[in-house]
């Protein structure tokens, strides 16, 4: 028996999986091109702030 809708379904899973395959690789590259300062910066504590509140000089 020769059903040629037969391979719809593998040819519907690889034009998924193409495509998410293209976008993880896209995100992937927009990762690594940001800077590094700006994903740590958030790990990082404030000078100016942590200043403010030790300084016995200040009225």
């Not at 391979?7 to 193409?18: G, V």
């Not at 910066?41 to 200040?58: L, M």
């Amino acid at each position: 028996m020769n059903n040629p809708s037969d391979h719809w379904p593998l040819y519907a899973m690889l034009a998924t999986m193409a495509g998410m395959l293209g976008h993880m690789i896209a995100q992937l590259v927009r990762f690594l091109r940001k800077p590094a300062s700006r994903s740590t910066k958030a790990f990082q504590p404030e000078a100016s702030s942590s200043a403010s509140t030790t300084n016995p000089a200040t009225p």
